[in-house]
């Protein structure tokens, strides 16, 4: 390995004729590092941020000269990676285009008074949703540190769930306001015409501030103008100069404050100096003041880089908290890992804080506050302009879930019904609906449930399920039952239509079902092996009320850039009735880019058809998915019956039906898994001309269902209205009454 010593001691010279200038940072890596080593770099005062282990034994950090001259006394071994880490950034920052997201001056970033102008922005163009911005107190320069905030009514102080988000804690991370600003933008664009935002933006009160340390922030612009400034600290006057002058704004916090020098340092020259006391620092004890003054449910202090979502403690790995508490900050963090793969953990996981913002704002308010790094060490503190706007935009969807979950979020988690996918005419069958309030409160006002089909013939007891109150992080089920009367209606695909409705937000649910009581055939169960179907799909170990199921990936997520498939045996059609397919399916599929697909051939496998079945979405276009194609995409949220009618001419015929899980090149989930694949028909209903309510006889009440459809009263089913139209011309009108009265007659 290559020594330091050599290029160290070019380094002095270079820094010895710039007068006054800044000292230097470097990445360098730490080898044969011990436990004994590695506590001696803890209690030094060196900001581990961003610091990585790339084995068990070595480090990669970014240093100052000064520190890198320190661990040379300390007889630490390393290695220079990357020399002048300033520079180094900055020669990845370009002159953005003017329409690009990352506009601003350094590199793309934008400076403090062009986030101040923004802020103005927002009120000036979206006041009804947007507040003005307000000054939570000044830092130590006297720079107003704003806060803003994004609520309908935004000038008045609702009663609603609050949110808090920071940036800027650490003036050298510009990810971390640049990530707030993309959301900012987001919510502004999107409120007019994206329901869920306009739930969030309604029901909620989301406050930002996203520069808490604007001395530090402008000094790093005076220092390097196009960006790539190394000043951590605030520009408190201690003594030192340059970087090392200033306190750690993320050390100061009032929560065991000092506790031990692992986690903070008590020299004011240090990178994790810790302040004279708890909140010696105007701008963190302005940030208490506001917190104390508000209600806020949770909070994100947005920094970079390592690519990790963290949680309470940090100050000590033996810390404690209510088992209720943890199983919050679990949810959260791994629901945001799953939506961009950062690493959910506890603080102290990584290396011990003390008086860090998370600590204080949960263990002393009860504020459920995380800490995301954003971006990898090569993002580093200043990501390259290319790189501002994926890092921003993979952290969208987790502030938005972070946003919801401050109040209710609703999702429907399984559909159940009773009798599969088939409903026995004139008998009730029970629809369970489970919904899952994943939020941290119930929603307000309450919810409604309502059942409707477009098929008036389907009834529903109840049609309407009123719902005051959903417990926070619980799991309810609501039934309601269903009926048809009408024999006309054997053998039609009803839809089932199912909305939720909670704070103005509609979600919905469509499944499908057939009346009547199909003969089944043949059934394959996946009970005894794979044979006789065969593909890359395996047998899994679940089923539908069963212990094996055919599955695409077994207790795995499926492989990225794949399409796996699953070709049916040689299946003949029963040649009686209306031929069906029904099976039981559940899936969890990246949703837009990736599905399931299910195809049918007729001709030995030469050609493929694809289906449509009601629990399918369309193409979006994207990745996987073709446009003007159908498949499975999403979450299914338990195992939903699935039927596919097929066309009575295929009675008799070979049928060969085929499986399909297509990925793309990234993000993958568990994939596919159905069960119960059964050949079945129904026999259509026998019954009278002019019965169109389907109950055996003409009479009456066929005439009155007749006069009301003519007269525009009500509008018959299809299969009613085929019924009705006693001369088969494709209308109801008086010459189909003459042919009713004759046989009534
Ligand atoms: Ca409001
Ligand atoms: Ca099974
Ligand atoms: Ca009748
Ligand atoms: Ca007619
Ligand atoms: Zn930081």
Do not use: C
């Given at each position: 390995m290559k020594r330091f010593f050599a290029i160290l001691a070019a380094m002095y010279l270079l820094v010895s004729v710039i007068d006054g200038a800044e000292p230097l940072y470097h990445t360098i890596e730490i080898d044969a590092l011990s436990l004994e080593g590695l506590t001696r770099l803890l209690e030094s005062g060196i900001a581990l941020e961003g610091a990585e282990m790339l084995t068990e034994n070595r480090m990669r950090l970014i240093l100052s000269e000064n520190e890198i001259r320190w661990l040379e006394d300390e007889k630490y071994v390393f290695e220079l990676i990357q020399y002048d880490m300033s520079s180094f950034y900055a020669s990845r920052l370009t002159t953005p285009a003017k329409d690009d997201f990352a506009s601003g001056s350094m590199g793309g970033n934008f400076t403090f008074a062009e986030t101040v102008d923004l802020l103005d922005q927002y009120r000036s163009d979206f006041p009804h949703i947007f507040s003005e911005k307000m000054s939570i107190g000044t830092s130590v320069e006297g720079r107003q540190i704003w806060a803003i905030k994004i609520s309908d009514n935004p000038d008045i102080d609702e009663n609603e769930p609050e949110i808090l988000f920071?940036?800027?804690?650490?003036?050298?991370?510009?990810?971390?306001?640049?990530?707030?600003?993309?959301?900012?933008?987001y919510i502004a664009a999107e409120y007019p015409h994206n329901s869920k935002i306009k739930h969030l933006v309604d029901y909620r009160e989301i406050w930002i501030v996203p520069v808490l340390n604007p001395d530090g922030y402008v000094y790093n612009q005076n220092i390097a103008p196009n960006g790539g400034g190394m000043h951590r600290k605030n520009r408190k006057s201690n003594g030192c100069t340059g970087t090392e002058m200033g306190t750690d704004l993320n050390r100061n916090y009032g929560y065991k404050w000092a506790f031990n020098n692992n986690g903070s340092s008590g020299n004011p020259c240090e990178q994790t100096y810790r302040g004279l006391s708890a909140f010696s620092e105007p701008e963190t004890d302005y940030l208490r003041q506001f917190i104390e003054s508000r209600n806020f449910v949770n909070a994100m202090n947005y920094h970079s880089y390592g690519n990790l979502m963290l949680y309470p403690f940090g100050y000590s790995s033996s810390a404690q908290m209510p088992l209720a508490d943890l199983e919050i900050f679990q949810m959260i963090a791994e629901t945001i890992e799953s939506m961009n793969g950062y690493t959910a953990q506890p603080s102290h996981n990584l290396y011990p804080t003390n008086g860090g913002s998370d600590d204080w704002i949960y263990g002393s308010k009860g504020i459920f506050a995380f800490t995301g790094e954003i971006g990898s060490y090569s993002d580093g503190f200043?990501?390259?302009?290319?790189?501002?706007?994926?890092l921003a935009e993979e952290n969208l969807e987790p502030n938005l879930y972070f946003?919801?979950?401050?109040?209710?979020?609703?999702?429907?988690?399984?559909?159940?019904?009773?009798?599969?996918?088939?409903l026995t005419i004139g008998d009730t069958t029970e629809l369970?609906?489970?919904?899952?309030?994943?939020?941290?409160?119930?929603?307000?006002?309450?919810a409604v449930i309502r059942f409707s089909s477009p098929h008036s013939e389907l009834a529903f007891f109840p049609e309407k399920i009123d719902i005051a109150y959903l417990a926070p992080r619980s799991e309810n089920s609501f039934k309601t039952k269903l009926l048809v009367n009408n024999q006309n209606l054997i053998g039609q695909e009803i839809i089932v239509e199912i909305l939720l409705e909670y704070e103005d937000l509609i979600l919905s649910r469509h499944f499908s079902l057939i009346p009547g009581e199909p003969i089944i055939v043949q059934t394959y169960d996946a009970e005894s092996g794979l044979s006789p179907w065969s593909g890359h799909?395996?047998?899994?170990?679940?089923?539908?009320?069963?212990?094996?199921?055919?599955?695409?990936?077994?207790?795995?997520?499926?492989?990225d850039s794949r399409i796996s498939v699953l070709n049916s045996p040689a299946i003949t059609i029963p040649d009686s009735g209306l031929p069906l397919i029904t099976f039981f399916a559940q899936w969890d599929i990246e949703e837009e880019k990736d599905w399931a697909q299910l195809a049918m051939s007729i001709d030995d496998g030469v050609s493929w058809q694809k289906m449509a079945l009601p629990s399918m979405t369309a193409g979006s276009g994207r990745a996987m998915q073709a446009l003007g194609e159908f498949g499975w995409s999403g979450k299914s949220y338990g195992w939903l019956p699935q039927v596919l009618l097929l066309d009575e001419a295929l009675q008799g015929a070979s049928v060969q039906f085929r499986f399909s899980l297509s990925s793309d090149r990234n993000i993958n989930s568990p994939g596919y898994i159905f069960d119960d694949f059964s050949i079945g028909w129904i026999e259509k209903a026998e019954l009278p001309p002019g019965d169109i309510n389907g109950d055996g006889i003409t009479d009456e009440a066929d005439y009155e269902l007749l006069m009301r459809h003519i007269l525009r009263f009500t509008k018959l089913d299809p299969a009613c209205f085929l019924m009705a139209d006693l001369n088969q011309d494709g209308r109801l009108n008086i010459l189909d009454i003459i042919i009713f009265k004759k046989i009534v007659e």
């Open positions: 920071t940036g800027l804690h650490h003036a050298r991370e510009p990810q971390s306001l640049m990530t707030l600003i993309y959301l900012m933008d200043w990501p390259a302009t290319s790189r501002i706007e994926p946003i919801s979950i401050a109040g209710a979020n609703i999702a429907f988690k399984r559909l159940f019904l009773a009798s599969g996918s088939f369970s609906v489970t919904l899952e309030n994943s939020g941290l409160d119930s929603p307000k006002g309450g799909w395996l047998i899994g170990n679940t089923g539908y009320n069963s212990s094996h199921g055919y599955d695409d990936s077994p207790n795995a997520n499926y492989q």
